[in-house]
């Protein structure tokens, strides 16, 4: 197991030129092969998730070159539409194939995803909305499969605006005879980065960004050229990185109308912040100020992908923090750790009351899923004398070398 070590009490100032969206980029990958032919993809991290998701494209007969963070899929050689076990179990986002790949070769093999550490994550939205486009799905020996001779457009309500569930419905849609509406859809950035690609594939998609999506069916799509946009949880990551360390940051290709509810809460915690069209540039006061309560929810609300690597800012903000979290029941894992470091944390149920500590002490702690590994490496940042963060393995997932940017930023850190 990879580990980092910090030595915290240093300012984190400097430039950092923000990767492309890992969540945009997996759906967007998948949605390749719904043509048949060569789409390349601009402005992809380079990271651990996407490298997996590669290689299901390889397994289902595609060729994937990468070079220089482009990467180009050409889909004509697709043999195969089953996805196996072991690949749906390393990466659960795998089942935004599903949508794909049943719009490509009318049925589909993938394995049930595995459970994930920061909650249940269940797949029954997913499942509800491809029944409604016609798709027959039969659940046995731990897969699932589906067939769907006919796909045809439906009026499809999600019950919860999920993004997975909403992106599976948009890709199985595109083709489907018909006009097809998703209400309640997820209205993240990443659905309309989703949509803008399928129309530059020759879809015909409305709405995206509101809780409406219409999509008029069309005959076949095409290959294109895209570009990924700006990952707007890695840039808030960043931000607090310099923040908690009292530091000046400057972000480059960045989209901070993507990041509003976030920006909010760093202006609560007494940061400045000067916002241009693709830049952040952000200056921050020696200690943070408490911010009142924070609550996840779906797009434009907070993100919950944030939660964990902005309750490290509260750990050593003056007054007192709560943060509750409404999306996922399980993302509290890195309070421990925190507490290690000599967080004053308590937790019930949804909710962590977080009183601020005036310094946290470096420690040996344990990341134990990505975002909440972020925040275990900007506590550390913070901290007096050395903390290792090990289980980067599990940070790298969403962090492209993390390591890398925040030492040309002045920390001191280095990955054994
Ligand atoms: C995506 C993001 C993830 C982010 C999350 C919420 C990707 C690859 N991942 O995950 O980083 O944290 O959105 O912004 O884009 N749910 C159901 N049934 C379903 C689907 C979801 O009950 O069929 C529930 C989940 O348990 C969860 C909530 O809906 O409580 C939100 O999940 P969802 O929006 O689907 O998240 P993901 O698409 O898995």
Known sequence: MGKLIIDGGGKVSGEIRVQGAKNAVLPILAATVMADGVSTLKNCPKLRDVDKTDLVLERLGCKVIREDGAV???????????????????????????GAIISRCKRAVVSMPGGCPIGLRPIDLHLKALKELGVEIQEEHGYIKCAAPKLVGANIHLDFPSVGATENAMLAAVCARGTTTISNAAREPEITDLGNFLNSMGANVHGMGSGVITIHGVEKLHGAD????????????????????????????????????????????????????????????????????????????FPTDIQSPFMALACTARGTSVFVENIFENRFQN??????????????????????????????????????????????????????????????????????????????????
């Open 335 to 416: 309070v421990d750790e925190l507490t290690r470091m000599g967080a004053d944390i308590k937790t019930e149920g949804r909710t962590a009351v977080i009183r601020g500590v005036k310094r946290l002490e470096g420690a040996n702690v344990v990341a134990r899923e990505l975002r909440g590994g972020a925040s275990l490496v900007i506590a550390a940042l913070a901290a007096n004398g050395t903390t290792t963060v090990s289980g980067v393995e599990l940070i790298d997932r969403g962090y492209e070398n993390i390591e890398k940017y925040l030492l040309e930023c002045g920390a001191k850190i280095r990955r054994e």
């Open 72 to 98: 180009t899929v050409d889909t004509r050689g697709m043999c195969d539409c089953k996805i196996c076990e072991d690949l749906m179990r390393e990466m659960r986002s795998s089942i935004i194939f599903l």
């Open 226 to 301: 895209h570009t990924i946009m700006p990952d707007r949880i890695v840039a808030a990551t960043y931000l607090a990185a310099s923040a908690v360390t009292g530091g000046e940051m400057c972000l480059t290709n960045v989209n901070p109308r993507d990041m509003d509810a976030m920006l909010y809460a760093l202006r609560e915690m007494g940061v400045k912040l000067r916002v241009e069209r693709d830049k952040i540039i952000q200056t921050a006061p020696e200690r943070l100020k408490s911010i009142h309560t924070v609550r996840t929810m779906p797009y434009p609300g």
